[in-house]
């Protein structure tokens, strides 16, 4: 009897932690994936998490940029900027694009992104039941100390997160409805995992979308998550520059923190041992183990190790 296993991802690193975790006999895989870095550019609906996540499944993303298709050109790109007289600060590259033509006329079509996001796994061949959060357009804004709110994107890539921060909005959210399938995949969950995605923008968006962390709450399964911050940084992207903005220290049982009452469990980096005791008196159960993900054998490890804490 296969276990059912509900992940919630972000980008890199949850994708990163999934082909791992696919990796592992008899699990059934279903995937809630983040909308919050969703942004219309050019006329093109574009959504980060979801093309990240499917693109690294379906073995077609560039693996140091570690977003976007491997043996991209830029073409387009070029001759946008040549039209719009500016470089272009998002890059998308030419195969990227076909993804966002191709989602764009389905949305348009009145596709639901539920629909597309399955439609894109029929083509790429891959078998896991991958869902955004939610079919409603969500956008993560952030609030600058200047009183100025930008959308993530540009605070996270124009600006590499350099501005200084205050918080983080999920505009949308309010009237956002969990796609088709995310509550009872949720229900049905033997096990629910918290990849080493970016806890704030990432996790934490999913969990804005009315219902969801009700619905985490509420269900019989366990909830394991994995520490995305080793020693004081995060492994990936900038999750300690969300953290900051915040006022949230950057470290394992931070984040732990964060989740609060969600997490059962929480898998943090055997360099960080000394915080077992600290996250295990926050009545959470915890352990450490080598945490960086250098290959898929190594995250099907990080993902075998966690699913052990709760069997
Ligand atoms: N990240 C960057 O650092 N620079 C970029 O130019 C960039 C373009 C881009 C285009 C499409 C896409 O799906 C993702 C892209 N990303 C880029 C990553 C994006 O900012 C992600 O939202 C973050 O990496 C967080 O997951």
């Known amino acids: 009897m ?60 560039d693996l140091v940029r570690g977003w976007g298709r491997k043996d991209e050109t830029w073409v387009v790109q070029q001759q946008l900027a040549h039209y719009l007289g500016e470089e272009q600060w998002f890059n998308l590259g030419d195969k990227d694009y076909a993804t966002h033509i191709y989602r764009t006329n ?28 939610t079919n409603d357009f969500v956008q993560t804004q952030v609030q600058l100390t200047d009183g100025q709110q ?12 350099a501005l200084p921060a205050t918080g983080f909005e999920l505009i949308g959210a ?17 096990l629910i995992i918290l990849p080493p995605s970016n806890p704030i923008v990432s996790i934490g968006m999913i969990l804005r979308i009315p219902g969801i962390r009700a ?25 300690d520059k969300c953290l900051t903005a915040l006022g949230l220290e ?5 984040v732990a923190a964060q989740y609060g009452d969600l ?14 005791s600290a996250i295990t008196n926050l009545g959470i159960k915890c352990e450490s183990a080598p945490l960086l993900m250098t290959d898929d054998q190594a995250a099907k490890e990080i993902a075998m190790r966690a699913i052990g804490m709760t069997r």
Not at 38 to 44: E, R
Not at 229 to 237: K, Q, S, T, W
């Open 2 to 61: 296969p276990i059912k296993v509900v992940a919630l991802a972000g980008g890199i690193g949850g994708a990163r932690f999934l082909k791992g975790l696919r990796l592992i006999d008899d699990l059934e895989i279903s995937v809630i994936i983040n909308n919050g870095d969703d942004i219309n550019m050019h006329g093109l609906r574009i959504c980060p998490d979801l093309d990240s996540v499917i693109y690294n499944l379906a073995g077609e993303s």
């Open 106 to 133: 389905l949305l348009n079509n009145g596709i639901e992104l539920s629909e597309i996001v399955k439609l894109q796994c029929a083509k790429w061949g891959i078998g896991l039941n991958l869902m955004p959060a």
């Open 150 to 161: 930008i959308h993530f994107q540009e605070w996270w890539v124009k600006h590499r997160a």
């Open 174 to 190: 309010e009237t956002a409805k969990p796609a088709p399938g995310v509550l009872d995949a949720i229900a049905q969950a033997d």
């Open 215 to 239: 619905a985490i709450m509420a269900a019989s399964a366990p909830v394991v998550g994995v520490s995305p911050i080793i020693g004081g940084n995060p492994v990936l992207g900038m999750a």
């Open 250 to 254: 950057t470290s394992a049982t931070s």
């Open 263 to 276: 997490l059962d469990a929480w898998l943090i980096a055997d360099t960080d041992d000394e915080q077992v």
